[in-house]
C-alpha cells in the first residue's frame, strides 16, 4: 500500500495523461499488462475504465481485484464501482463498507469510508439508507459535500434540508469556529439543495443575507452566490454584488453578460475597471473576453502594456498561451522577440527563450529552434547557457520536424522519468502502445530517483546555507 500511497502523492508510475494517450490511441491491453506486470496505478485504473467502457466488467475486476486486496480506499472505490456496473450490488455493498471506528481507522477514513459506501447505496436505489450512513459525519466537509451531490434527484430534499439547518445556524452565529476542517460549505450547500426542490427565491434571499453578513469561512461564498445569481438571470442583482465584492464576483458577472449575448457591456464594465485602477487580473479578463469574442488582435493590445513589465503583473505568458490556443504561433514568436532589453536581461534566458522554442516547434519551424539553441554559447562541460533540459528539448523539436528516429535515440541514451515519459509520448504516436509504457522507469526506480534529488537539494541547500554564514 506504501507504493500505491506514493505513486498518487508524487505521481509515481505511468502519468495519468500518459495512460490517457494509451487508451484513446487503442492501447488497451498493454494498460491491462503493465498493471498486472508492473502493479502500476494509474494503468490499472486505466485499464479498469477501458474493461468496463468495453463491458468487460469480469476483466475490470481481475484487473483491480489485486489493488483492492490492499485495502487502500481508492482502489476499493474503484473496484465497488465496478461490482456496480457489473450488477453485484451486495458485493460491492459489502466491499464499501466502512470496517473501522474513528479509534481504528480515524476519523478521516471514517468519513471517506463512509462516503463511499453511501455512493454504492444512492445507486443502488437506496438514497433514504445513504442519508444515514452519511448524516453523523457532516461536520467533515467532504462528507457534507457528497450528502448535497449524492441526493440531488433522489426525492429526499426535505430531509437534507433537515439535517443542514442546524450546522447552519450554527455556522451563522459563529463563522469562525469550525476552521479549515469544519462545515464551513454548509451555507452553499443549503442554498443549493433549496434551489433543486424549486425554492429559489428563497435560496437567493438567505444566501444573499449570508454574503451580506460576511458570514464566509476561510473561503468566502461570494462566487458561489454569484453564479446562483447567474443560473437564474439575476443580471443587476449580479452586478450589484460585483460592484462590492469585485474578487470572486466579477469574473461571474462578465461571464453572465456574454452568455445573455451582452459582451460589449462586459467588455466595457472591464475597462471602466482598469481606468479606476483595478488590480491586473482585470486586464487578463479582458484580454480573455476579447479572444473569446474573435477579437486576439484587441486582446493583445489590452495586455500589451504589461508585456515588459519586470515582475508579477506581467501577462505576456498568457498572451502566448492564448495566441497559441487560437492558432497564432507566429504572432506569439514575435512577441517574445519584440520586448525591451531591460527585460531580456531578466527573463530572456529563464523562461522567454523556451516558450519561444515551443512555439516555432507547434508552428512547423522546428529547424530555427534547433538553429537557435546550437547558437548559444556553452560552458565548459559543453552545455549550452542557462538551457534547463537541453537534450530534451532538442529531442522534442527533432520529433516536431519529423525527425522521429534522431528524437528516439536521444531520448534512449538519457536516463531518468522524463525523459522516459516524453520517449513513451513518441511511441504511442507511433501505435507502439507496450513499448510506450516500458520506457518509463518503474515506481522503485523512479522512488530512487526522487529520493537521489533530495539529497543533491539537500546539499545544495546545506552548501549555501554555510556559505553565506562563513561570510558574516
Known sequence: MDDLQWQVANLGGVLPRIVDEVLDGGGLEALVGAAEERGDWFCAEGAVRGLCAAGEFGRAWAVVEPFVGTGWRPAVRVGADVLVRWGRIEQALELSRPAGTAGSEGAEDVAAAARDHAEVLVRAGRADEAVDVLAPHLRDRRVLGALVELTEGQGCDERVLELLAPLAEEFRRSPGRGGGGGPWEVLSGQARVLERSGRVDEAIRQFGADVAARRYGPLNNVESYAELLARHGRIEELRSLADTESHAAVPVYVRALEDAGRAGEAEAYLRGLIAAGKPGWCKSMLMELLFRQGRPADGIEAAAGTFDDLYDDNLLQSALFLLAEHGLHDRAIALTQERSPEFLAEHEAHWVRSNRWWLMGEAGRAPEALAEIAALPVDGDGEADEVDDRELTVAWL????????????????????????????????????????AAIPGVAAQREEEERWRAKWRETAASSSAGEWGSR
Open 398 to 437: 527533432l520529433a516536431q520536424d519529423g525527425r522521429v528516429a534522431e528524437a528516439d535515440a536521444l531520448l534512449r541514451g538519457m536516463p531518468g522519468k522524463r525523459a522516459g515519459t516524453q520517449l513513451a509520448e513518441l511511441l504511442i504516436r507511433q501505435g507502439r502502445f507496450a513499448e510506450a509504457i
